[in-house]
């Protein structure tokens, strides 16, 4: 699982691909774990862009639970964009979209999280 970031309206927008499955939550709850770590008060707020994920399965809906428990603990900013319908439709089913913000697009998210 590939993650790479960005620096882009204020936020840290971490941009991921293909399929976050049993096989690749493991590595991105990796990849994503200095960034949690980083999401405190007076920092930057995170973004996922998740525009290139096709599939998301219950391992990876337990590495964004798990991560959003510690960013909401630390008192963070935590949120997600860009989810193609595939994804959305699975958020909307498990009500992720009721745990995490979800923004249309990178865009929009910035409006509202970028300084």
Not at 70 to 76: D, F, I, L, T
Not at 89 to 99: K, M
Request: aromatic share 6%; glycine share 6%.
């Amino acid at each position: 699982m590939k993650l790479t970031t960005r620096e882009q309206s204020g936020i840290v927008v971490a941009a991921t691909f293909g399929r976050l499955d049993h096989v690749a939550s493991e590595a991105f709850s990796s990849a994503l774990e200095p960034l949690i770590e980083a999401c405190r008060p007076g920092r930057p707020a995170l973004l996922l862009d998740f525009s290139g994920v096709e599939y998301i399965s219950s391992a990876g809906l337990r590495v964004l639970m798990i991560s959003s428990r510690r960013v909401k603990a630390q008192q963070g900013i935590f949120a997600i964009a860009a989810l193609q319908p595939l994804v959305q439709e699975i958020f909307a089913i498990s009500r992720f979209n009721l745990i995490i913000p979800c923004y249309i697009s990178v865009e929009a998210a910035g409006k509202v999280l970028g300084a």
